[in-house]
Structure formats: C-alpha cells, structure tokens
C-alpha cells in the first residue's frame, strides 16, 4: 500500500512485515520506464537490465525459431521501450531511493475515507495518514480494491511456473522475447542482462485450482473484465 505525496522523495510504503525481495523478475513497458524516470530511478535500473530489440517466434511443429519481428523496424516502434527486471533490483532501488522512516513495516490497513482531496488511511494501530494518492498494489485481497468497489478477484483458469537461470559465462542468447505457442500452452524466456535469463510457461491445468491454491501455484486472477 503506497500513499503518495510527491515524487519519490515524498513516497511513504508501508509492508506487512519486510521488504519481500524474492520472486523472479517482470518486464516493465514504455509507460512503466516513463513512470520510473519522473520518480528519478530509471536511469539506475537501465544499467541492470537489457533493452528488447524484438520477438522471436518458434514452430508448433518443430520447436524452432523461425519467425522474427523487430521493434525498430521501419520506425514502427520508435521510441518504444522494453526491459526484464528483477524484482529485487526493482524494490531494492526504490527503498535506496527513499528518506530512512518512510517504509513502515507490520502496519496494518484498518479503514480508508475521502475527505475533498485527501485520503485518509487508517491503521491498526490507530494511527491515520493522509495523503492525495494513494495506490493499492497488496494482491487480490487489496483493501484499497475494496474501497474502489471493484468486483471480486475470479480465477481466468490458466496457471503459471517462472523463474530465472544464471549463465556465469554469459547466456549468449540474443535480447529478444523468445516464445512458443501451442496446445494451451505459452512459453518464452528473455535475458534481463548479459548472464541472466527469466522464464515463463503458462498452462490451462487439467484440474483448475482454488482461490486459495492461486497463492501457492501461481494461478493468475482478473479482477472485472480484461
């Protein structure tokens, strides 16, 4: 849950209980670097992450890569950017960023209301900030989702592995998404850098799982319509 006041100097995050760096990675768009570079941390996280030129596209048949499209061709794409980055470096960046005191861990979301432009946010502890942004980004349980009077989070049926591989010696694999359609089944890998690989599948499993079991496998939800 983030309340914002300002740029990034003006951010205050509160975390259930620590800053939760593992998980893999996520590859942030266009919009996303324009937002990373108003707040003044883009420029840090270029430096660990590789721009993709394009996709790659392999053979139901034979597995191959046999269909290529880039981003820059014919300045379709220009100004078009696109980068895998570690979730750690992504949080890690961002608290380095930060004033000491503004991350308040175990702080528990009580209550919000609206007053003319302010939000106000309660906590467990009783204490209440305000502030005239606020973001919600605490999962499919978001009290700020709630607040909103979005519709209940339902599951989209289809399930997700991912994950990352080091090369020590350097993964040699072009910076371009690789992916593979076929049968139900999507999957693709990119580099975040010269050593560093994020792969994904996604699948419709034969037995669909709960809401609960989503947390555990992955699942991905849809809160309203896509």
């Not at 209980?17 to 707040?39: E, H, P, S």
């Not at 883009?42 to 046999?66: E, P």
């Not at 961002?94 to 106000?120: C, D, H, Q, W």
């Amino acid at each position: 849950m983030i309340p914002v006041f300002g740029r990034l100097h003006g951010l205050k995050v509160w975390i259930k209980c620590c800053l939760r760096i593992t998980g893999f990675a996520l590859t942030l768009w266009t919009n996303a670097w324009r937002a990373l570079d108003v707040v003044g941390i883009g420029n840090t996280l270029r430096q660990t992450s590789t721009q993709m030129k394009g996709f790659k596209i392999a053979s139901h048949d034979t597995g191959l890569f046999t269909s290529e499209q880039t981003l820059h061709k014919d300045g379709k794409f220009e100004g078009y950017e696109s980068r895998c980055v570690r979730r750690k470096d992504l949080l890690e960046t961002i608290v380095k960023e930060l004033p000491s005191g503004t991350i308040r861990y175990s702080s528990k979301v009580a209550a919000i209301n609206e007053l003319s432009r302010f939000k106000f946010v309660h906590l467990a502890d009783g204490s209440i900030i305000k502030t005239k942004v606020l973001i919600g980004c605490n999962g499919v349980n978001s009290l700020v989702a709630k607040w909103l009077g979005l519709e209940t989070p339902v599951s989209v049926g289809r399930s997700a592995i991912r994950g990352l591989v080091e090369f020590p010696d350097g993964s040699g694999f072009d910076p371009m998404f690789h992916v593979n359609f076929g049968g139900g089944v999507r999957f693709g890998f990119l580099p975040v850098d010269e050593k560093t690989v994020y792969w994904f599948c996604t699948f419709t499993p034969s037995q669909v799982p709960t809401f609960m079991d989503g947390a555990l496998y992955g699942c991905f939800w849809s809160s309203g319509q896509m």
